[in-house]
Structure formats: C-alpha cells, structure tokens
C-alpha cells in the first residue's frame, strides 16, 4: 500500500519471519539489526526481541515527524538502553535534537553513531551540516 514495507528475516536452516515496518517519509530506508540466534532452538524469542526494537525505533521516527519530540525520545530510550550502540537510533537521536535546534547535543550524539558505525553518511553529512551551522561561534560557556 505504500505505508508498510515487509522485513523478512531468514537464514538456511532457521524459519523465516516475516514483520511489517511502517515506511518513513526521512531518513534512511535501510536499518540494519542483528540478531544473534542459536541453530536448533525455537527464535520466537529473539524474534519478539527484534520487532519490539524495530517497532520503537519507528514509533520515535513518527512521533519526531509529529514534532511530539519527548514522546519519541522515551521512545528511543526503550532501544538505547537495550542497545547503547545502535547507530540508528543514536542518529535518530541526533536528528531530533536537530530537528530543535540544539546543535551541540546532536553533535553529541551523532558523534555517538559514527562512534558505532563510522560509515553512516547520514551522521557524517549532519555533522558537518551543523559545524556549518554554527559558523565560527564558540562552544557554549566560552568567550571567542
């Protein structure tokens, strides 16, 4: 329909899961999350685990395009407190501190994703997009 794409999940030998994830009007299209699962046991578990991320990291990205930027915030921090270096969720992090601009916290924390993954271009870009943003002006609490 256009408002949900279908993630599935599948590895020989495992049985392949199948999660609807809503689309995204920004932002990156590809997510990636890995899973660890053991060969032979039931993954229903680790499936569960995966959507419940997958679902909050989509709930937040709603709730920050309603700019309902609290509510996707609590929403982040069900992931990063699982996931503390899941680059997506630290760049989405990041571009809600943006969306407010409140430049040094999303420097923060995109430099926090690039931390996690060093070829995210999304973080690379938004970083040097606020540096241009803020111009030559000193960091807060300095004189220039």
Do not use: C
Not at 5 to 10: E, G, M, Q
Not at 75 to 100: G, H, T
């Amino acid at each position: 329909s256009g408002e949900y794409f279908t993630l599935v999940v599948s590895q020989k030998g495992y049985v392949t899961e199948k999660i609807p994830v809503p689309t995204t009007r920004y932002g990156t299209l590809v997510t990636q999350f890995d899973v660890a699962m053991k060969k032979g046991e039931d993954h229903a578990k680790e499936t569960r685990i995966a959507k419940e991320i997958l679902d909050q990291l989509f709930i937040a990205q709603k709730f920050a395009l309603t700019k309902n930027y609290d509510q996707a915030q609590v929403a982040l921090d069900k992931v990063v407190a699982e996931y503390p270096e899941f680059p997506r969720a630290l760049s989405l992090r990041a571009s809600i501190y943006f969306m407010q601009k409140n430049w040094d916290e999303s420097l923060k924390w995109y430099a926090k994703a690039l931390a996690a993954d060093p070829q995210m271009d999304d973080a690379v870009k938004m970083t040097a997009k606020i540096k241009e943003l803020q111009g030559n002006r000193a960091p807060a609490g300095k004189l220039k």
